[in-house]
């Protein structure tokens, strides 16, 4: 039997990250074994506690020991709220898997193979988890050979991109795009992967491995698959153990997957290792085996344990990424800001944008003759000339901007085809008139002839009620004052 050393709860060592207070109390009436100790751990929560003034990641918590307690918890005073709250958060996951199956069903279709991550293979694995797995959000893992296609089906059902940008700018950067957030209507969330985790987790091997290891499935009458037992583990590790406990569920899925008994260890710990998720693997499992009582192997926790000590001083960044949120100090704050940075930046080298994303960047103009500019829309046919090749294009245009600092964002695109970005900030807060030059590069085949200039949004919402966020974050509608063509110099 391999020797557990003991867990401290000091920086750097795991036990420092993991979570305490009425997070810990929450995770142990979700998980505890023992029923009245689970229990004991809802009721000191709800006792003090509202549950209207917790955030999401206390909700989806609760909804999971609803779902175990039932009426077990009805002598509390919240009891009816609590039920409440479940139903609510039921029905928006039910109604966001009735908004998904259309789509899912038309990439199966098309012949693209669909793996569900995260919540959503949970619920794939056991279909009576969805009354205490909130899944708001479908998580889709594609294979590279299949993105096009899978885009092309959320495209063609309406299905709005989160960011912003054109359906015709991300068509031309599909094999550079780790994932995309789309919605639909006031429910559907989908969020479309060609890869399961992010760069700074990057490993071929595994990339592959994760398909050839994955096991059949059914989502609400859709033939899917899933990540086999160790996989989900550490994806659920991945993509939860370094963001502060945002959601706290993961580490349910996680004791979910072991107690089921079929996870494959060597399996897992190969992902570990291949991943470098040993700090944030040790935080979780010693959580789940020393605090929960959940059975991971000795042999397993303390191999984790061992290649999460040989990190050197990237384990403080990730024990600092593996924290809640709610347990900072302001050190804390400014190193974890810090430590996520370097993550980040590690994470962009993944894959390689092409085209090149290099936008076009809007200057005041000065000295411009407006004449008779064009009414004010938020496009404009810009004719091309009869020939082919690089040429550079300026484009003048006059735009009317808020009171408030933000991005001007616009496109040149031709009919299926992205052309360019532009984008300009607005820095002063006087808001009023703005004449902006836009100069670059495009290249005509001669066939063409017009592009069209449009302008979008920073941003997506699903619905665009509040005047401050069409403020801060809608198209603004221009006027094109001149557009030319000139040969390359």
């Known amino acids: 039997m391999a020797r557990i050393r003991r867990i401290g709860r000091r920086f750097p060592d795991y036990g420092w990250s993991w979570p305490t207070g009425g997070l810990d109390q929450l995770l142990k009436a979700a998980l505890l074994a023992d029923d009245d100790a689970a229990a004991g751990c809802a009721m000191e929560w709800l006792s003090a506690n509202d549950i209207d003034l917790v955030s999401f990641r206390e909700h989806r918590l609760l909804a999971a020991i609803c779902d175990r307690f039932g009426r077990k918890l009805a002598g509390h005073s919240a009891y009816p709220r609590l039920v409440g709250l479940q139903k609510m958060l039921w029905t928006k996951s039910r109604m966001a898997m009735r908004e998904a199956e259309p789509a899912l069903?038309?990439?199966?279709?098309?012949?693209?193979?669909?793996?569900?991550?995260?919540?959503?293979?949970?619920?794939?694995?056991?279909?009576?988890?969805q009354r205490g797995r909130v899944a708001h959000d479908i998580d889709i893992l594609v294979r590279s050979q299949d993105m096009p296609a899978a885009f092309d089906v959320l495209r063609e059902r309406d299905w709005q991109i989160a960011t912003g940008v054109s359906p015709q700018y991300l068509r031309t950067r599909l094999a550079s795009l780790r994932s995309m957030n789309f919605f639909k209507g006031n429910y559907g969330d989908i969020d479309l992967h060609q890869l399961a985790y992010d760069g700074s987790q990057q490993s071929d091997e595994d990339d592959g491995a994760i398909w050839r290891r994955a096991a059949a499935a059914e989502f609400s009458g859709v033939g899917v698959l899933v990540p086999s037992p160790a996989a989900r583990i550490a994806l659920a590790i991945a993509h939860g153990g370094l963001d502060a406990h945002t959601h706290s569920d993961w580490l349910v899925d996680c004791a979910v997957a072991i107690r089921a008994g079929d996870v494959d260890w060597d399996v897992f710990l190969d992902i570990v290792a291949r991943r470098r998720l040993a700090v944030a693997a040790a935080v979780a499992l010693s959580y789940l085996a020393l605090e929960i009582g959940v059975t991971v192997p000795d042999s397993v926790l303390a191999r984790v344990l061992e290649m999460a000590d040989r990190t050197g001083l990237s384990r403080w960044s990730a024990v600092l990424q593996a924290k809640p949120r709610t347990d900072f100090g302001r050190l804390a704050w400014l190193s974890r800001g810090f430590a996520k940075q370097l993550r980040l930046r590690r994470k962009s080298g993944r894959l390689r944008q092409e085209p090149p994303t290099k936008a076009w960047r809007g200057r005041r103009a000065?000295?411009?003759?407006?004449?008779?500019?064009s009414p004010s829309a938020f496009s404009q046919a810009i004719p091309c000339p009869p020939t082919a090749g690089d040429m550079m294009l300026d484009i003048t245009i006059r735009v009317s901007v808020p009171p408030i600092r933000r991005r001007i964002e616009m496109e040149i695109n031709a009919d299926d085809h992205h052309v360019a970005r532009l984008r300009a900030m607005a820095i002063s807060r006087s808001g009023g008139d703005r004449v902006l030059h836009f100069r670059g590069k495009v290249t005509l085949d001669g066939r063409q002839h017009a592009l069209t200039l449009e302008a979008r949004p920073s941003r997506q919402f699903r619905q665009w009620e509040d005047q401050a966020t069409v403020a801060a974050y809608g198209a603004l509608p221009f006027q094109l004052v001149s557009a030319a063509f000139s040969p390359l110099r």
């Open 105 to 129: 069903q038309a990439m199966t279709e098309a012949g693209c193979m669909v793996m569900l991550i995260k919540g959503a293979s949970r619920i794939a694995l056991n279909a009576s988890a």
């Open 366 to 373: 000065s000295r411009v003759s407006l004449g008779a500019a």
